[in-house]
């Protein structure tokens, strides 16, 4: 069974940068898209980014694009969002996912880690 790992979550000031990883295990590396979903309480959880198995096609929500970068290094099966200019907005818990394409990448959740951007 494919497993997902967040690591990386902490507190940040408003503009600074944080970088989250998510290991995968169970799975051979490059065979599954993955993404990152994020949540607040009282919301549901919201798109954030996704990539392809290999890694050569990205999909970006609104809120994060020319902020945050996500890639994939499958030679460690690991996973990767780059956040930067964070904002007060983005503090949320964030979920690695995986499915079987870019479009359907909820299949399988991490356990979620923790983000908050402070003033």
């Known amino acids: 069974q494919l497993q997902l790992v967040e690591s990386g979550g902490g507190l940040v000031q408003a503009g600074g940068s944080l970088r989250l990883s998510c290991a995968a295990s169970?799975?051979?590396?490059?065979?599954?898209?993955m993404g990152w979903f994020r949540q607040v309480p009282g919301k549901g959880r919201e798109f954030v980014a996704a990539i392809s198995s290999s890694g050569g096609r990205t999909d970006y929500a609104d809120s994060v694009k020319g902020r945050f970068a996500i890639s994939r290094d499958n030679a460690k099966n690991t996973m990767f969002l780059q956040m930067n200019n964070l904002r007060p907005e983005d503090t949320a818990v964030y979920y690695c996912?995986?499915?079987?394409?870019?479009?359907?990448?909820?299949?399988?959740w991490g356990q979620g880690t923790q983000v908050t951007v402070s003033l």
């Open positions: 169970g799975h051979a590396s490059g065979t599954f898209a």
């Open positions: 996912t995986a499915g079987p394409a870019i479009g359907y990448v909820q299949d399988h």
